[in-house]
Structure formats: structure tokens, C-alpha cells
Nanobody, 124 residues
Framework: QVQLVESGGGLVQAGGSLRLSCAAS????????MGWFRQAPGKEREFVAA????????RYADSVKGRFTISRDNAKITVYLQMNNLKPEDTAVYYC?????????????????WGQGTQVTVSS
């Protein structure tokens, strides 16, 4: 069983930055593909970013490309999402997810474990 705990959310003005963290349990974290998703009120959960087991490959949604950066520290069993130039439309609950098979991409159905989420609110 893998447990994921997100932190770092909060309230920020448009143009500001936040860094989300996702701390994972499990000795095989370095084999997991990891992703970040978000869900705004009244909307479906959407893909934000993903990273492969080593951190050598990443993928981003077009809406965040150039503003968000996903990274991981396998020694600290943590994945990060650095969010810059935040916009009001980035307001959502952000979820961390893990795939034990190593998949890293936009398909939420491929992820095996999910965190509880952290709220990000961007004011205009």
C-alpha cells in the first residue's frame, strides 16, 4: 500500500508562486511514475503534469506548460510541483498520484494511488 500526502497549497495572488509537495510511503518509490492532477469546483479532474521513475522525463498539460515544473527527489521520497505565474483559473484542489507500473501520463485511470488533495486558490 502506498500513501501520498500533499502539502503546500494556499491562497496566492495572480502572478504569484507556490510549490506543492507530495510525500510518499513505500520502499519502491523510485520505480513509480508520478503525476499531479487538479479538480476545480463543478469540473472534472484534469491532468497537470507527470514525471517518470527517474525524473528524466516529464509531461505537462498545455495550460500549464512554461509555468509549472514537476520534479522528484527519490532520496526524500517526494515529488514537487513548482507553480509560477499563477492565474485565477489555476484555482483547484491539486492531487498527487502514483503508478506502480511506471506509467506517467495524462490518463487518471492508469494511476493506482491518490492523495487527499491540497487546495490552491489564486485571487485576481
Amino acid at each position: 500500500q502506498v500513501q501520498l500526502v500533499e502539502s503546500g497549497g494556499g491562497l496566492v495572488q495572480a502572478g504569484g508562486s507556490l510549490r506543492l509537495s507530495c510525500a510518499a510511503s513505500g520502499r519502491t518509490f523510485s520505480r513509480y511514475g508520478m503525476g499531479w492532477f487538479r479538480q476545480a469546483p463543478g469540473k472534472e479532474r484534469e491532468f497537470v503534469a507527470a514525471i517518470n521513475y527517474s525524473g528524466g522525463s516529464t509531461r505537462y498539460a498545455d495550460s500549464v506548460k512554461g509555468r509549472f515544473t514537476i520534479s522528484r527527489d527519490n532520496a526524500k521520497i517526494t515529488v514537487y510541483l513548482q507553480m509560477n505565474n499563477l492565474k485565477p483559473e489555476d484555482t483547484a484542489v491539486y492531487y498527487c498520484a502514483a503508478t506502480i507500473g511506471g506509467y506517467f501520463g495524462a490518463a487518471a485511470s492508469q494511476y493506482d494511488y491518490w492523495g487527499q488533495g491540497t487546495q490552491v486558490t489564486v485571487s485576481s
